[in-house]
């Protein structure tokens, strides 16, 4: 009979722990049950799916660029070459090419690139990375100069990477070529460049500070200092060239304002225009292709370039424009006018 009693205090025992709620000693386990923590969105695709996108893609690739023959060796260049295993140096000029990368938007691609191109002897002239439209899909703009062979084969060791979708190469294709440039010239002249380095974030000219002599000495030492400076600077004049007086506020505002007139002049030549203007300098920003930016950035150097910044080099393809046939047929067979053809 106690055994019997014991058993069904144990079974009530059992269904009351099942149906009671454990209780914790730590507030903050029950704070992480009640509330719902906020998480960062799941990413749309991931590393894998370039991987994926590739694999169903997958065709032979074409033929690299044939390489130009080089010239015949003699007989000592020949046993030369077999002895130590160096082929002969491609004789292919080195030209610019674009190459245009779509990329997981993830941490360590842009390394990874970089890397593969460093190890492959390649110098970057520019690089140009953001995000696109779709969040996980980075555009990266690469400028390189190399011959056509190394470079395909550069481009296909890029691909292979598992973060990269796809690189184009839009060397011989119709783009639209964009470099922004950012430029802080001064408005007082070349004359005062290496004077406005000197003034700081404001480029305030400063002239370099002649040695003083101790407080509280002698005027007739003073006097003799002056002589012996001017005598100095009269046996070597290079040295001893004249310093201009300081010019007055009303040529100084003159000078600043015929500067900052030629160089909006200037800017809107070029489809530039004056985005800062400040007491000693202005900083001009100009959009166009590299040739037009490098030829803009020398013609500002007379006035006094205090610094420049560059974006790099962004292209995108033209769209083709189709013709349409029916069009070209309707114009061939159209009646013309007779009064319209020449005598005879």
């Given at each position: 009979?106690?055994?019997?009693?014991?058993?069904?205090?144990?079974a009530r025992f059992a269904t009351a722990a099942r149906t009671?709620?454990?209780?914790?000693?730590?507030?903050?386990?029950?704070?992480?049950?009640?509330?719902?923590?906020?998480?960062?969105?799941?990413?749309?695709?991931?590393?894998?799916?370039?991987?994926?996108?590739?694999?169903?893609?997958?065709?032979?690739?074409?033929?690299?660029?044939?390489?130009?023959?080089?010239?015949?060796?003699?007989?000592?260049?020949?046993?030369?070459?077999?002895?130590?295993?160096?082929?002969?140096?491609?004789?292919?000029?080195?030209?610019?090419?674009?190459?245009?990368?779509?990329?997981?938007?993830?941490?360590?691609?842009?390394?990874?690139?970089?890397?593969?191109?460093?190890?492959?002897?390649?110098?970057?002239?520019?690089?140009?990375?953001?995000?696109?439209?779709?969040?996980?899909?980075?555009?990266?703009?690469?400028?390189?100069?190399?011959?056509?062979?190394?470079?395909?084969?550069?481009?296909?060791?890029?691909?292979?990477?598992?973060?990269?979708?796809?690189?184009?190469?839009?060397?011989?294709?119709?783009?639209?070529?964009?470099?922004?440039?950012?430029?802080?010239?001064?408005?007082?002249?070349?004359?005062?460049?290496?004077?406005?380095?000197?003034?700081?974030?404001?480029?305030?000219?400063?002239?370099?500070?002649?040695?003083?002599?101790?407080?509280?000495?002698?005027?007739?030492?003073?006097?003799?200092?002056?002589?012996?400076?001017?005598?100095?600077?009269?046996?070597?004049?290079?040295?001893?060239?004249?310093?201009?007086?300081?010019?007055?506020?009303?040529?100084?505002?003159?000078?600043?304002?015929?500067?900052?007139?030629?160089?909006?002049?200037?800017?809107?030549?070029?489809?530039?225009?004056?985005?800062?203007?400040?007491?000693?300098?202005?900083?001009?920003?100009m959009c166009g292709k590299t040739k037009r930016v490098e030829?803009?950035?020398?013609?500002?150097?007379?006035?006094?370039?205090?610094?420049?910044?560059?974006?790099?080099?962004?292209?995108?393809?033209?769209?083709?424009?189709?013709?349409?046939?029916?069009?070209?047929?309707?114009?061939?067979?159209?009646?013309?006018?007779?009064?319209?053809?020449?005598?005879?």
């Amino acid at each position: 009979m106690s055994n019997v009693v014991a058993s069904a205090g144990r079974a009530r025992f059992a269904t009351a722990a099942r149906t009671l709620k454990p209780r914790y000693f730590s507030s903050s386990i029950r704070r992480q049950e009640g509330e719902n923590a906020p998480k960062p969105p799941k990413p749309i695709d991931d590393s894998t799916s370039a991987l994926d996108y590739k694999r169903t893609l997958r065709h032979r690739p074409p033929p690299l660029p044939s390489m130009d023959l080089p010239r015949s060796r003699s007989a000592e260049e020949a046993v030369t070459n077999i002895l130590y295993n160096t082929p002969p140096p491609s004789l292919q000029p080195f030209k610019k090419h674009v190459l245009n990368c779509l990329v997981q938007n993830e941490p360590g691609v842009l390394s990874r690139v970089s890397g593969i191109l460093a190890g492959r002897g390649f110098n970057i002239d520019s690089l140009v990375v953001c995000r696109t439209e779709i969040r996980d899909l980075s555009r990266m703009c690469i400028v390189l100069r190399g011959q056509d062979g190394v470079v395909e084969q550069a481009r296909r060791q890029l691909e292979d990477l598992v973060p990269v979708w796809a690189v184009l190469d839009y060397t011989d294709t119709h783009c639209i070529e964009r470099e922004l440039l950012l430029a802080k010239v001064s408005i007082l002249g070349p004359e005062y460049v290496e004077e406005q380095l000197l003034g700081g974030p404001t480029h305030e000219p400063r002239r370099h500070p002649a040695p003083a002599l101790p407080t509280g000495a002698n005027p007739k030492l003073e006097r003799e200092a002056a002589l012996a400076l001017h005598f100095e600077h009269s046996a070597d004049p290079e040295s001893g060239a004249h310093v201009p007086p300081p010019l007055t506020p009303s040529q100084t505002l003159r000078l600043k304002s015929d500067n900052l007139q030629a160089i909006q002049v200037l800017s809107a030549q070029f489809g530039g225009r004056i985005v800062d203007v400040s007491e000693h300098s202005v900083i001009v920003e100009m959009c166009g292709k590299t040739k037009r930016v490098e030829a803009f950035l020398a013609l500002l150097k007379p006035f006094g370039l205090l610094e420049s910044a560059r974006t790099g080099l962004m292209v995108m393809p033209r769209t083709p424009i189709k013709h349409s046939e029916e069009t070209d047929d309707s114009e061939e067979g159209a009646a013309v006018d007779a009064s319209l053809l020449p005598p005879g």
